[in-house]
Each structure stands twice: as C-alpha cells, then as structure tokens.
T-cell receptor, first 115, second 114 residues
Framework: AQTVTQSQPEMSVQEAETVTLSCTYD???????LFWYKQPPSRQMILVIR??????QNATENRFSVNFQKAAKSFSLKISDSQLGDAAMYFC????????????FGGGTRLMVKP | NAGVTQTPKFRVLKTGQSMTLLCAQD?????MYWYRQDPGMGLRLIHY???????AKGEVPDGYNVSRLKKQNFLLGLESAAPSQTSVYFC?????????????FGPGTRLTVT
C-alpha cells in the first residue's frame, strides 16, 4: 500500500520569508500524481499545486513551487514571500493511476505565519 | 455552478442511530469519493464510485455503505453509528483523474456520535 509521510507536524515562518514543507512517499509505481492541498480553518480543501511523476520539471504556481525528487520519493513544497493568508494545514497527497484513482494523504503540516 | 455540496453541515447522533449524508455535484463528474478526517490527521478514503451505479471500498469502509443511483449524487450511510465514527466527512468529485484532473472537495460534514 502507498504511504505518504509529512515529518513536520508544525512549521512557522515570518511574513515575507520563505518556508519549505517536506513530504516523502512510498510507491512501486513509475507513473502517478502528487499534490499539495491547503486546508484553512474553514476546512475547505484547496488544491495548491500538482506534479506529474513523468515530468522532470518541477511545478510552479505563483509563489508556490515544488522540489520533486523521484528517485528519493520526495516532494517538498516551497512557499515564497509568505503571507498571513498562507497560514493553514498543508497536506501532501499521492494518486496512483488505477481503477479508482484515489488520493492517499499525509498527516499534514500546520503552517503558522508570524506578522 | 455550485460545485460539490454536502448535506447536512453538522449532525449529532446517539450510538446506534442511523443517518445518510448526501453529496451532490453539478460538474458532470464521473468519479466521486467519500473521505473522513480525524483530528490531526489527513483524509482517509471510505468508499468511492467510478460512475453511476458503481461503488467500491476504500481504505476504511467498515460501518459505512454508499450508493450512486444518479451520476450527480453520492450517498454515504451509517446504519448503526458508533462513537468511533465521530469525524469530519468530505465528499469529492473528479472528471477524469487518470488524466490528471483534480478532485474538487465539498465543505465537509462534522458528525458527532455520543
């Protein structure tokens, strides 16, 4: 079974600074998708960024970028120029390409942003 | 588009009672999912559906049943609620996830079983 591990239960960053959230996963598949989701206090799950495993280039979405290391099975999220609105739970998720295409989530990292 | 909606938003049950959670999506998505989120944890898949009339078990299916009689609706049933089913339940849908399409999530239902 696939597992996703987020080793940092909590992280803190100063406003306007950069922070990196870690994620590792375990899989024997060669083709899959990886995601970072943000969950603010409203509980709504919001997709931050996605990475296709077959793409070597790291995905970028405005202030959010990933460092995807396929051989190491590592998928970290970098948030640049952190804003107060970035404070939330962040979940890393893995999706195997199969009949159900289900997401497997990590345990989450709570990000606090200090003004 | 309303996206993915869930009914109800909150519910309190006594042990042994039954209830049904309704998920509706208006995006013509094929795939629908039910997850639960316990405090301090990520979401875990309960059941899912790859199309109207089909359902399958996820990671934590025990104590739950589902039905997908209409493409736009996915129902999650608890036949005899237990305190261990106290959780926040999320529904999600996706058009073609195998092509990289994202899952869209509902706002969640907070269920407390006393």
């Amino acid at each position: 079974a696939q597992t996703v591990t987020q080793s940092q239960p909590e992280m803190s960053v100063q406003e306007a600074e950069t922070v990196t959230l870690s994620c590792t996963y375990d899989t024997s598949e060669s083709d899959y998708y990886l995601f970072w989701y943000k969950q603010p206090p409203s509980r709504q799950m919001i997709l931050v960024i996605r990475q296709e495993a077959y793409k070597q280039q790291n995905a970028t979405e405005n202030r959010f970028s990933v460092n995807f290391q396929k051989a190491a099975k590592s998928f970290s999220l970098k948030i640049s120029d952190s804003q107060l609105g970035d404070a939330a739970m962040y979940f890393c998720a893995y999706r195997m390409i199969n009949a159900g295409n289900m997401l497997t989530f990590g345990g989450g990292t709570r990000l606090m942003v200090k003004p | 588009n309303a996206g993915v909606t869930q009914t109800p938003k909150f519910r309190v049950l006594k042990t042994g009672q039954s209830m049904t959670l309704l998920c509706a999506q208006d995006m013509n998505h094929e795939y629908m999912y039910w997850y639960r989120q316990d405090p301090g944890m990520g979401l875990r898949l309960i059941h899912y559906s790859v199309g109207e009339g089909t359902t399958a078990k996820g990671e934590v299916p025990d104590g739950y049943n589902v039905s997908r009689l209409k493409k736009q609706n996915f129902l999650l049933g608890l036949e005899s609620a237990a305190p261990s089913q106290t959780s926040v339940y999320f529904c999600a849908s996706s058009y073609r996830p195998q092509l990289g399409h994202e899952q869209y999530f509902g706002p969640g239902t907070r269920l407390t079983v006393t």
